[in-house]
DNA sequence: AAATGTATTTATAATAATTCAAAATAACAA
DNA sequence: TTGTTATTTTGAATTATTATAAATACATTT
């Protein structure tokens, strides 16, 4: 669904190893997952492996995922439940959070991340230097009205 | 540190009642610990209680706290880590995320916030009515280089 | 003031999410 | 192969949150 440019075995090898990461078997498992799911928790990720036949543990998921992140490979979504997730999409972009159903899609506008990005940069405290800027969009469907 | 405009115990009781909340002595603690804090997790407010007299529950904390979520009082705010914060300013402002130090402070751009608002409620999917947007802003101190 | 019904709080148990520690396994280099 | 290090597993420990049932407080009517 989300930008499905062929993920094969090989190619995520080599990006694991790029990243200064081994590619270990569990390692390209998560990251399958991870770029199937596009952003997910561990316990997601978890359920979407068992689903396959490559056993791997909750811990482990936890590992990889922590490894990846530091690495620069996937990056930690804020979230407004207590759980934490995790997405590939490693560049700056939008979140649509639709509250009555909990559904979180991706809102992609470039020009809008670029400006606020710049004017933030502008006005941050000196000693400070700008990472990202993450937007969220809380929004509920006009049926369900609040 | 906050915005401290007087909150007299008085003028929360009404702020509950006008909200269709009783104001109950903890609820009224609890108002005041978010008022002294902020933002903050229930454990965090759990903790800013323990230190006064007034003994509470952590459930109770829990139940307050989202009570007043639900009335409107306070809003759940994204987190980084997997505990849920919540904040007494409900409107919409940034935050600044220092991720070498975890902490966390309010950045305020009035424009901006409605700029982003006007252009992002312009491109809503249709159907979906805008409730915020919430914008945090990740960075290190230039000291902590990544 | 007593009685009633409802909302709230408490105490405690249960669940969920995450982390930790130690042993087992795999990968790698000498 | 042997020794060394990184990774995974298992399972326990922690932390965060929610659920349940009993106790208490509150508000209203009598």
Redesign the pocket.
Known sequence: MEDRQQHTEEEIRERLNQSG??A????VLVYEAMCALGHA???AVFQHLGAGQG??????V???L??MTQAGLLIRRPSFS???YFDVHTDAHCHIYQQDTSEISDFCDETLQRNVEARIRAQLPAGLQLDRVEIQILCHSQSHEA
């Open positions: 990461l081994k270990t078997p569990q390692r928790s561990a316990d056993k791997m543990t909750l811990a482990t936890y590992n990889v922590e490894s207590s759980k934490m």
